[in-house]
């Protein structure tokens, strides 16, 4: 599972970071989901080696034109470039309004290629691999953070091991591959489980923006292997946080520290910590490691991987 981010200035773009928008590349099935759709999200995805063509499902958190102003464009090339796969649409309600007034206006007939599902708390979505849940946070408008959760998988049958050991290849193997202990011809018991590699702890993202610190975020991300969460001001800001309903440094932290996840990705920078102010974005990260050591910046097309880890042996 591979995270990169598509931008990740608040409000405006800047020279060096657009605005908000987050890939997440699923290998094993070729596809790749976004989570909110800035302007310029079709630029940005052309200078990084994601492939349009793959999107298959887009996360929509709030309807602030810096999460969603780039949808309609990206839409509109995916449907030009003839791939006729569809692609699920998830967001507050409002959005597949938005959607359908900004098609009729621009005469855009995206026809089956676009369907859209209102979220509320809750599942979101759910397939034999993944699940999406999204919780409601804290901000001038409805917004919602979302979980992406892969389901643990069974440890690799060893094939090799049970050829040596003489069983036929069959239905025996689909019992030993479910950890099953099966009789053969001549007696023997064999435990399905030694056999067979650890399970697979699923992973797992979070992505929180935007919202002030609240509950219901730390409650989303409790044990994830990553957070990406918004940090537009820094701590010394705070009162503006407060007030425009965005985190600081110190919350995003807080709320990783809480939540026990095992990696925070800030994001979601507010333009005036550029290169020449007092602040710059360096500050922020000390702040935030301060309360939450295992802290990175996100910037523009960084890739970030999850890797995949077994789950402990009974002792």
């Not at 026809?111 to 509320?120: A, D, I, K, L, S």
């Not at 007030?243 to 939540?259: C, E, G």
Request: aromatic share 8%; net charge negative; proline share 6%.
């Amino acid at each position: 599972m591979d995270v990169t981010f598509l931008g990740t200035s608040s409000g405006v773009p800047t020279r060096s970071r657009n605005v908000s928008s987050v890939a997440v590349r699923l290998p094993q099935r070729a596809e790749v989901w976004l989570f909110d759709c800035g302007e310029g999200t079709q630029h940005q995805l052309l200078r990084s080696d994601i492939r349009p063509s793959q999107i298959r499902r887009i996360f929509i958190t709030h309807m602030h034109g810096d999460h969603i102003y780039g949808l309609m464009g990206l839409i509109a090339s995916c449907g030009l470039a003839g791939t006729g796969q569809t692609i699920d649409i998830y967001g507050p309600p409002g959005l597949k309004d938005y959607i359908a007034t900004a098609s009729k206006y621009s005469y855009m007939d995206i026809g089956r290629r676009v369907n859209v599902h209102p979220v509320t708390p809750g599942l979101v979505y759910e397939d034999a691999e993944f699940q999406v849940t999204c919780a409601l946070l804290t901000h001038r408008i409805p917004a919602h953070g979302y979980r992406l959760a892969e389901k643990d998988r069974p440890g690799r049958f060893r094939v090799e091991e049970a050829t040596a050991l003489g069983i036929p290849p069959g239905p025996l193997y689909g019992a030993l591959k479910q950890g099953k202990t099966v009789t053969l011809e001549d007696g023997r018991r064999i435990n399905g489980a030694d056999l067979c590699d650890l399970p697979e702890t699923g992973r797992s993202m979070v992505y929180c923006t935007d919202t002030v610190f609240c509950d219901n975020a730390v409650e989303l991300a409790k044990g994830a292997d990553v957070l990406i969460h918004e940090a537009t001001f820094a701590h010394e800001d705070a009162q503006m946080a407060f007030d425009r309903l965005h985190s600081t440094s110190t919350m995003a932290a807080q709320v990783a520290y809480l939540a026990q996840v095992q990696q925070l990705i800030l994001t979601h920078f507010s333009p005036r910590y550029a290169p020449g102010n007092p602040i710059q974005l360096g500050d922020l990260l000390t702040e935030a490691q301060a309360i939450f050591p295992n802290t990175f910046l996100a910037k523009d097309f960084l890739t970030h991987s999850i890797p995949r880890h077994r789950l402990a042996a009974e002792a």
